[in-house]
């Protein structure tokens, strides 16, 4: 038995063992690509030819629900749990980690002590950001103003550093929602992918499915709108993913 046909064998096992510990947790989706929901946690696996013996499974993480701080170390450490365990097949152990952290942010526990957060000074120094984040003109509907930002980005610390510098901005900080989403490729292959709402219920979402069907990796884009009073209705979406066209456009991610 060859290496790839070896592996499949592996994977259908563990497809199976995992359909009757956790029913409803996988989902197929085609040819070695699933769904895994854990409650609010979306993991959007490829599992490569050579899985499990010699690659992790490509995933694409999306957590809305969970903060920034929390997505970037469920990120790292699925990379590192299937490391420790080379050769080895990872869901059981991605799911039962995954359910920890959902436990540990439904009761606001506070990050494991290896999570390292950017210092104080680091954050508030945005030199190197600034030059790289485009943002476009406005578009005004109704007194309701929304306005796109966007950067090239390779990492969840080049992302939240976008975010911050963005809402260090006095006129984006004032912004009644600040919509977000973001797709990253890590050095490992994984994509990394979250979104967030900012109060505007759905947006974050929708942002980040414009991401995928544009093609768009390497990219944060933010959103702000200023409300008007004026309820706009599903008008909103529209001129929020415009914005974040444009901003797309302007600095040359897509075309």
């Not at 563990?14 to 895994?36: G, M």
């Not at 365990?85 to 869901?91: A, D, H, Y």
């Not at 991401?211 to 004026?230: C, E, K, N, P």
Request: glycine share 6%.
């Amino acid at each position: 038995m060859g290496l790839e046909d070896e592996c499949q064998v592996l994977l259908e096992e563990e497809i199976l063992a995992i359909e009757s510990i956790y029913p409803d947790t996988l989902q197929y989706e085609s040819d070695r690509k699933y769904t895994l929901q854990c409650n609010t946690i979306t993991l959007y696996l490829t599992f490569p030819d050579d899985y499990p013996l010699n690659s992790c499974p490509v995933f694409e993480l999306s957590a809305p629900g969970i903060c920034s701080e929390l997505r970037s170390y469920i990120s790292t450490s699925l990379v590192e749990l299937y490391s420790s365990n080379s050769g080895q097949p990872i869901l059981f152990q991605w799911i039962e980690f995954l359910k920890e952290c959902e436990e540990e942010s439904e009761t606001k526990e506070k990050l494991p002590s290896e999570v390292v957060l950017p210092a104080v000074d680091d954050r508030l120094d945005f030199t190197d950001i600034a030059p790289l984040v485009t943002s476009t003109d406005v578009i005004t509907d109704r007194k309701s103003v929304f306005q796109g930002h966007c950067a090239r980005v390779s990492s969840l610390q080049e992302v939240n550093r976008v975010k911050a510098y963005l809402l260090s901005l006095p006129k984006v900080a004032r912004a009644t929602h600040n919509v977000s989403a973001y797709r990253v490729k890590t050095e490992a292959g994984n994509v990394l992918a979250d979104c967030d709402d900012d109060g505007e219920k759905a947006a974050g979402s929708r942002l980040l499915h414009l991401l995928d069907i544009l093609g768009v990796l390497g990219a944060v884009v933010v959103v702000s709108r200023w409300y008007g009073g004026i309820q706009l209705g599903p008008d909103r979406f529209k001129h929020i993913n415009n914005a974040a066209k444009q901003a797309l456009l302007q600095a040359g991610i897509s075309s």
